[in-house]
C-alpha cells in the first residue's frame, strides 16, 4: 500500500461507526478510471432527496435517497485514460 493510501485510509476510518469495513477500489470508466475509498455500513440512516454515491460490482452508482452497495469515502480521484489527473474530491459516507 502506498503511504497517501495509508493516510487516506486512517482519515476514512476516523469517522465511521465500529461496523464499517473500508476498502480501496480502482474501476475503469469509459474515459479512463476511479481510484478511492469505499465503506460498508449496515443500518445507516440515510436522507431523502441526497444523492448517494456508491460501488456495486465494477460500477459506481448514483441514487437519490439511498444505495445499495458500498458507499464512496474519503479520498476519490478521477483519472484520464493516459494517466493524467482528470478531477479528485472527497466524499463522506456516498456524499
Not at 474515459?31 to 460498508?40: A, L, P
Not at 443500518?43 to 460501488?55: A, N, S
Not at 435517497?65 to 485514460?81: C, E, I, M, Q, V
Request: contains cysteine; proline residues 2%; glycine residues 14%.
Amino acid at each position: 500500500m502506498r503511504p497517501s493510501h495509508f493516510l487516506v485510509l486512517m482519515f476514512a476510518s476516523a469517522h465511521l461507526p465500529a461496523r464499517a469495513q473500508v476498502s480501496n477500489f480502482r474501476i475503469g470508466v469509459e474515459d479512463g478510471y476511479v481510484e478511492g475509498c469505499s465503506i460498508e455500513v449496515q443500518g445507516m440512516e440515510v436522507k431523502e432527496g441526497r444523492d448517494y454515491h456508491w460501488v456495486k460490482g465494477q460500477r459506481i452508482q448514483v441514487t437519490q435517497g439511498g444505495f445499495s452497495g458500498r458507499l464512496l469515502h474519503g479520498r476519490t480521484t478521477h483519472y484520464n485514460a493516459n494517466g493524467q489527473l482528470r478531477e479528485e474530491g472527497r466524499y463522506h459516507r456516498g456524499l
